[in-house]
């Protein structure tokens, strides 16, 4: 699988289970949602604006997403949120390794020869780690570790969380 073919199993409506343990607290919690994330044109107004911020041209997007979450559950406080996702490759020949852009800031990636791909953002005092994969196109994998660095560059867990994914609803086409 190239990294078009694993992009393109992200669009789709999903159901996530998700399980999290912050190790500095010693507790963990669990939290249902329903993602729905959606395919942009290259000239969707937001991408452009978030291409211009980091001064990316783009067209050389690989498919760009939008994706809505929003968690489920018996009390008023949902939690919900928005994001683009921009994929931008460091080399169209060799698309496997790129940038992830976002409002937020940037992210490098790189799918691996096992067709599960690694996330990595990196902020002034913590790393977040994070792998993607299938199980097949309507089961998706995450893990997500939120390391904090010292001035050593000594890494240490802070928190980690599971995600498993199954996809209740095809894209439309």
Not at 15 to 42: C, M, P, W, Y
Not at 53 to 68: C, E, F, V, W, Y
Not at 148 to 160: E, L, Y
Request: with cysteine; aromatic share 6%.
């Amino acid at each position: 699988m190239d990294i078009y073919q694993f992009l393109e199993l992200f669009v789709g409506r999903w159901r996530s289970q998700r399980s999290d343990h912050q190790f500095s607290k010693g507790n963990g919690s669990d939290a249902r949602s329903v993602i729905e994330i959606t395919a942009l044109s290259l000239n969707d107004p937001d991408l452009v604006g978030i291409c211009q911020k980091h001064d990316i041209h783009p067209n050389t997007a690989i498919h760009p997403m939008k994706m809505s979450w929003e968690e489920e559950s018996l009390s008023s406080n949902k939690p919900k949120g928005i994001t683009l996702i921009v994929p931008v490759p460091n080399d169209l020949d060799s698309p496997q390794k790129g940038l992830i852009l976002t409002r937020q800031g940037k992210a490098v990636y790189e799918l691996g020869t096992d067709e599960a791909l690694t996330i990595q953002t990196r902020t002034a005092q913590n790393v977040v780690e994070e792998r993607i994969w299938y199980g097949n196109p309507n089961l998706r994998f995450r893990v997500a570790t939120l390391l904090q660095v010292d001035i050593n560059s000594s890494r240490h867990v802070q928190s980690s969380k599971f995600y498993s994914e199954i996809r209740s609803a095809v894209p439309k086409t």
